[in-house]
Nanobody, 122 residues
């Protein structure tokens, strides 16, 4: 059974930083890439960033490029998102999911983890 467990969210001031983690397990296959998404109430999951399985290639949404960094530790089956210079518009619940390839934004798994809430406010 696939498990995606996100953690690391919290409250940050504008300009602050947070680091998210996503522990994965139960994959029956090795996905081509992993990705972070975010969701605000009443909206669909929005793709944020993705990274190839070997960590060699990344892809970022324009809104967060230069501020967020995605990385992976395959030995720990864990995906990370370092978020710097956070802005109020980054407030959302953040989720991870798998992709078939790094340039895709379509999640592989229909079900999502519990997500981790990020709130940016002064």
């Amino acid at each position: 059974q696939v498990q995606l467990v996100e953690s690391g969210g919290g409250l940050a001031q504008p300009g602050g930083s947070l680091s998210l983690s996503c522990a994965t397990s139960g994959f029956a296959f090795s996905p081509g890439a992993m990705a972070w998404y975010r969701q605000t109430p009443g909206q669909e999951h929005e793709w944020v960033a993705s990274i190839s399985r070997d960590g060699g290639r990344t892809n970022y949404d324009r809104a967060i490029k230069g501020r967020f960094t995605i990385s992976t530790d395959n030995a720990k089956d864990t995906l990370y998102l370092q978020m710097n210079n956070l802005q109020p518009e980054d407030t959302a619940k953040y989720y991870c999911n798998a992709l078939t390839r790094v340039l895709s934004t379509r999640p592989v798994f229909a079900s999502w983890g519990q997500g981790t809430q990020v709130t940016v406010s002064s």
